[in-house]
């Protein structure tokens, strides 16, 4: 791993990866609409966690935003997140496919991934303010930033 790596360069990697990902506008996932601060908050956590973008890890991550980040945040984000976890865990209970697989998910698979990445956001060291400004961080590097909060790296997206 190049622990050198920053931040906007891991963001520039995960985008290079999924040129097919929503930037810069809104997202309307079923009934939910996520707006793109969001969203773009959304990307820089599956750098910074190294969680990649299998429905398994974006259960994890959308778990681990929901401790991991301040809890003083817009009502918005909480309808949000699990209004995301609902709607995969819904289409799995109805055994369509999610995201990028082909193949159904079981319902209490998507719950036990939720729940690892909601534990891993109780465990960090400070919590991440959920207002923090993507350009404040972007040019630290990402080994530091995993330190300053306590993060364990999943390792998706560092620099090979």
């Not at 599956?46 to 990649?52: A, E, L, Q």
């Not at 609902?86 to 496919?97: L, T, V, Y």
Request: charged residues 20%; aromatic residues 12%; proline residues 4%.
């Amino acid at each position: 791993m190049n622990n050198q790596q920053t931040l906007r360069q891991g963001l520039e990697n995960y985008y290079r990866s999924n040129p097919e990902f929503t930037r810069n506008r809104d997202l309307q996932l079923g009934w939910l609409r996520i707006p793109w601060r969001d969203l773009q908050r959304h990307d820089i956590m599956h750098i910074v966690t190294g969680y990649n973008t299998t429905i398994d890890d974006e259960m994890r991550l959308i778990g681990f935003l929901l401790t991991g980040l301040s809890w003083c945040r817009p009502w918005t984000y909480y309808v949000q997140n699990i209004g995301s976890a609902a709607e995969i865990f819904w289409r799995s209970c109805w055994g369509q496919a999610v995201g990028n697989s082909p193949m159904p998910y079981r319902p209490l698979d998507i719950l036990r991934f939720y729940l690892t990445g909601i534990k891993q956001g109780l465990r960090v060291h400070q919590q991440i303010d959920a207002y923090m400004d993507p350009a404040t961080v972007m040019d630290q590097d990402l080994k530091t930033l995993r330190q300053t909060y306590g993060i364990k790296n999943a390792g998706a997206w560092d620099a090979k």
